[in-house]
């Protein structure tokens, strides 16, 4: 992948440090989550979000007021906003400061391209994403949901049909969930763990009740461009629940490198998002796939600093 970058910045980014010689960077701290977590959908307008510096689009917004914009980045706002942006570990303060931050950028009408670049995984993304109407992929989206609304008894799920009986006799996912091992995304159950220690048993295939699946432990790294963790791809986990052909080589072509992965296209449902937000765990859960953390050198230049 050919994409360019300016590294430094991003390095001073990840070590939270405030860069040196910024000369009106009154709100670091908010331009430094906004260049993490939010820049994901907020340079490109990921999904109807209103783009960084776009004072049109956040106008209205901001007419409603700093807490309902506070509110909406905290708790999270249909149809995809996710609560901080799906950062939940980061601290109240400080998505609210990256909310500052972009309620600043509009009132300047800052030029949004140039302002956002050395993040800009979603600039980069662009291209691949017209002004496209909202994904209806992404209405299967549990993390939208508050917690309480999560596991709803099948007949309220709107995936079963209600004035079907045998709907009515299916047990309610909460209380078959109660002994499995939680998680904080998805319908909260950690299934990879449940189907480790044995916890289920899903039947592999449909006609042999005997058949097991092939299961096989290779772990592909993708290098991500920018402040994230590099992701790393598990065959494990995957093969321990699918057949290789549930994803080559429709999805994936199986070769190292060859495929063109982006945020973008898994938050539209393709990619890794034809499966995870749907029927794994969701693009919420960022250090999940962003696990492996980069090797990163400028510590000299910190320390000089
Ligand atoms: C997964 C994509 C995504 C990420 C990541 C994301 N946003 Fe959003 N955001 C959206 C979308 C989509 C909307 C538009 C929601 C709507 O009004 O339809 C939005 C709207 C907003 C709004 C306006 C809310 C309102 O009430 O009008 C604010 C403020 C906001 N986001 C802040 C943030 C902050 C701060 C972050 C980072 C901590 C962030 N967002 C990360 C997708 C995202
Ligand atoms: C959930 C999706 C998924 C499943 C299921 C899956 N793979 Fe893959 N596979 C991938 C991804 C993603 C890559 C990395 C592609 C890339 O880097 O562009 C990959 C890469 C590969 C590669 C290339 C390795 C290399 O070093 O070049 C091989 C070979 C492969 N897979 C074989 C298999 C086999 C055999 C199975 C079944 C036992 C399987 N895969 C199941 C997603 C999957
Ligand atoms: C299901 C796995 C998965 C989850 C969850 C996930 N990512 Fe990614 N992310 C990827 C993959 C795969 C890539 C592509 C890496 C590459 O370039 O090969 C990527 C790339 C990125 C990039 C680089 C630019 C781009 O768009 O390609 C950024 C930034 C990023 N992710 C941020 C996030 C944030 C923020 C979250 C949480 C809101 C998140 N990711 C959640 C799998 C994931
Ligand atoms: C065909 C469906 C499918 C696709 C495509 C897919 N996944 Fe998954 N993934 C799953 C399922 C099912 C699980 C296990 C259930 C869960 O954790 O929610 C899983 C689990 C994982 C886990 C393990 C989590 C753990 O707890 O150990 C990681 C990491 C992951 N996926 C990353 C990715 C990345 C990165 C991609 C894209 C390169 C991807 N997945 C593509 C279905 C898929």
Redesign the pocket.
Same mark, same amino acid.
């Given at each position: /992948?050919n994409r360019t970058l300016r590294i430094p910045a991003l390095a001073l980014a990840i070590l939270g440090c405030a860069p040196f010689g910024a000369a009106h960077a009154q709100n670091d701290k908010g331009k430094a989550i906004y260049d993490?977590?939010c820049?994901?959908c907020h340079s490109a307008g990921i999904a109807g979000a209103p783009k960084l510096g776009d004072a049109k689009a956040w106008e209205p917004r901001i007419k409603a007021g700093i807490d309902a914009l506070y509110e909406s980045a905290l708790k999270g706002k249909a149809p995809a906003m @996710?609560a901080k942006?799906? $950062?939940t570990d980061v601290p109240d303060a400080d998505i609210k400061a990256a909310v500052d931050y972009m309620v600043a950028a509009a009132k300047d009408g800052a030029p949004a391209a140039a302002a956002t670049a050395p $993040?800009g @995984?979603?600039a980069? $993304?662009a291209p691949a994403t017209p002004t496209a109407p909202r994904p209806a992929a992404l209405s299967f989206n549990r993390l939208l949901k508050p917690a309480s609304k999560r596991n709803p008894p099948p007949p309220e799920d709107g995936i079963h049909d209600p004035d079907n009986d045998g709907t009515h006799a299916l047990q309610p996912p909460l209380q078959v969930f109660e002994s499995l091992p939680r998680s904080n995304a998805g319908n909260r159950v950690d299934w990879v763990k449940a189907l480790d220690n044995n916890l289920i048993g899903p039947r592999w295939d449909r006609t042999d009740p005997a058949a097991a699946p092939v299961v096989m432990d290779l772990n592909i790294v993708?290098?991500? *461009?920018?402040? /994230?963790p590099d992701?790393v791809?598990p065959h494990k986990q995957h093969t321990a629940w699918l057949d290789c052909s549930n994803c080559h080589p429709q999805i994936f072509i199986p070769q190292k490198g060859a495929n063109q %992965? #982006? /945020? $973008?296209a %898994?938050l539209l449902g393709q *990619?890794?998002?034809v499966c995870?937000g749907k029927v794994a765990?969701?693009? #919420?859960?960022?250090r %999940?796939?962003?696990s492996k953390k980069k090797n990163v050198m400028p510590v000299k230049n910190a320390q000089a600093n």
């Open positions: /992948m993490k977590v820049v994901a @996710p942006g799906g $950062a $993040a @995984p979603a980069q $993304a993708r290098e991500v *461009k920018g402040s /994230m992701v791809y %992965i #982006s /945020m $973008a %898994i *990619k890794c998002g995870h765990f969701p693009v #919420s859960e960022c %999940i796939c962003h």
